[in-house]
């Protein structure tokens, strides 16, 4: 018996690499445990599938490995049997960088800019029956600031406030007096929201993703191009906003990142809906 567990860890430290010097990654080809201890009968606190990529130690520990997961949001060691990575391949990392960005929390602050469009509608001001606005169109930018947490293996869940705004121009028929002309709409309001990002493996910096804002419209401005301001007479309302994304989380120093993304939103239960196309550009520290 003492042979055969012989013969088996010398299988494991020949076909494994164990070069101290590199950074070395475990490339999952099936289900693999992974416990606090190097015990089964300690706690699990991961299961490893097809297709994850984590930091592996070239150091045994027995008929064990140390691995580096995310347990409770946070990073972590943990350890899994030889046995079980039989199947599995370890790479160098080869100067390959490891996401560490999307296994960690973050905070982030970010830059909007927002190109809008909205086709023809009634819109009611002071002073008229009404006024209908021709298709309009516009560009903004706000800031924002940003959450981030780890949900699983493959996303982050983010959190978002900002101080949104809105700036369109079209022309508009005024009623009764059928007067024409092009009218500014301002709206500022603020927003709390959620996107979820999702990453094809753990070593991914790509991402793509969807997520819904609330935005509760706090003012709104009617100007006139010649410089008049008029009085919005309605309710000031509240926006769902939906939208889809995708981005890269690029690495500018050890905890900090810059990621660049674009989005395309919908103000859903605008009357007609508002369209919209979104680069953000995010300053990223993860803790």
Known sequence: MKLIKLFYLICVVTLLPLKTWAVLDLIVRGEIKVYKQATTKSKLISTLIRG???????????????????????????????????????????HEEYNTFRTNKSISVSTNIV??????????????????????????????????????????????????????????????????????????MISVGSFLKFYKDKSSFFWKGAGLEIAKVNSIGVNLTDGASLTYNGDLPTYIIGSVGMGWDYKWKENLYIIPEARASAIINASPIVLSGELILSLSWIF
């Open 52 to 94: 994850d990529r984590v930091v592996i130690s070239p150091k045994l520990y027995g008929s064990w490995r140390k691995v580096l997961v995310t347990y409770r949001g946070k990073r972590q060691g943990g350890f899994v049997q030889n046995k079980d990575i039989i199947l599995s391949s370890i790479e160098e990392r080869n």
């Open 115 to 188: 190109f809008e469009l909205q086709s023809e509608s009634d819109f009611d001001i002071v002073g008229f029956d009404a006024a209908t606005i021709g298709s309009r169109s516009g560009y903004n930018y706000f800031l924002g600031i940003d959450y981030q947490m780890p949900v699983s293996s493959w996303g982050l869940l983010q959190f978002s406030l900002k101080k949104r705004g809105s700036e369109l121009e079209g022309n508009a028929e005024m009623i009764p007096d059928g007067g024409r002309n092009m009218v500014e709409i301002h709206q500022n």
